[in-house]
């Protein structure tokens, strides 16, 4: 859930080193590109294909925010490989952030920090487990979407949370105005989560139950027509 803005808002910050950035492959899939161009109709499916394919070609605008700070950038089929594993481990890191990573990441990773690892995920645990969560939030009408920050473990979307924030669907919003929305709170989340393992403060931890938990995957075409219907009231 990184853009321009939020990336250099995270490079900003003086306490925050980043040593490493690794981009999974993977994220566009026929399931995401099907969910995509119905959600998104012909005109804007369009558009916004022609603009990834463009950022495709220039490298990257934040892969190239990341080289042009010096970062190293490693691009990899499988974030559990042994590439993976041995990068990770000569950088001697003491947190791994992970950010729309489309892959599980497993316990062979999970292990190499030394503090700990989290996720970012659009969503208000423990509901909206899974893909779309801002998406299927707003077809059920919920009064609020949110951003979470958790501690990972082996599971998709488990593990306690450590900073959480809501945003309320206001009535001209949309899936589009809402991901902006998420998108520029991603960094004080990240900070928030940071300084509360640092002052090991687990006070301020929530229970991501599983017993209240909801788990989503792609939107379907039902789904889909029911976000056209309330965008049309």
Do not use: W
């Not at 859930?1 to 981009?23: C, D, G, H, P, R």
């Not at 700070?69 to 490989?81: A, D, P």
């Amino acid at each position: 859930y990184l853009n321009q803005k939020n990336t250099y808002a995270l490079l900003k910050n003086k306490f925050i080193s980043i040593e490493l950035v690794i981009m999974p492959e993977g994220f566009i899939n026929s399931k995401r590109i099907f969910s995509t161009f119905f959600i998104y109709g012909l005109l804007k499916f369009i558009k916004t294909v022609f603009n990834v394919l463009y950022n495709s070609i220039k490298g990257g605008s934040v892969r190239n925010i990341f080289i042009d700070s010096n970062i190293e950038v490693l691009i990899t089929k499988n974030v559990n490989s042994s590439e993976v594993r041995k990068k990770l481990k000569s950088k001697k890191i003491d947190l791994i952030i992970s950010n729309n990573c489309p892959q599980r990441i497993k316990s062979n990773i999970l292990e190499i920090p030394k503090v700990a690892s989290i996720n970012v995920h659009l969503g208000l645990l423990p509901k909206y487990r899974g893909l779309f969560p801002l998406f299927h939030a707003f077809i059920r009408d919920e009064d609020y979407v949110g951003v979470s920050v958790h501690f990972i473990n082996i599971y998709f979307d488990d593990g306690k949370i450590l900073s959480q924030k809501k945003i309320k669907i206001e009535q001209d919003d949309n899936l589009f105005s809402l991901y902006e929305k998420s998108f520029n709170i991603v960094p004080e989340l990240i900070y928030d989560a940071i300084n509360k393992i640092i002052c090991n403060d687990s006070s301020e931890t929530l229970n991501n139950k599983k017993s209240e938990s909801s788990y989503y995957s792609y939107p379907n075409l039902k789904e889909i027509s029911l976000y056209h219907k309330k965008l049309r009231l």
